[in-house]
C-alpha cells in the first residue's frame, strides 16, 4: 500500500516537469567557485572570514583559477546560472 508521499505529483503539470528535466536535470551544483563568481552570485563573504583557497576549476565560470566552496561566499543565490559570467 502506498503512502501519501510515495508518488510525484506535478506541479503545473506536465509542463513543469519537462522545464524543470530541462533547465536541471544536468546541472550540478558547484563543489568550486572563484571569487569573482563568489562576489557576483553569492551571497557575500562575511567579514574576518577565514577560507581554504586553491587552483582548480571554478563550477560557475568554467576557468582554472583559485577557487574556494560557494558555503564561504553563504552558498549561491540562484542556481543554475543562466547567464554568462566574467
Known sequence: MAGK???L???NGDRYRANYERIFARSVYPAWICRPCGE???RGM????????HED???VCG???SVTEPRD???LK???ILQKTH
Do not use: M, Y
Open 5 to 7: 508521499g510515495d508518488t
Open 9 to 11: 505529483r506535478p506541479v
Open 40 to 42: 557576483a552570485h553569492g
Open 46 to 53: 562575511p567579514e574576518g572570514h577565514v577560507s581554504t583557497w
Open 57 to 59: 576549476t571554478c563550477g
Open 63 to 65: 576557468q582554472l583559477t
Open 73 to 75: 561566499f553563504g552558498h
Open 78 to 80: 540562484k542556481w543554475p
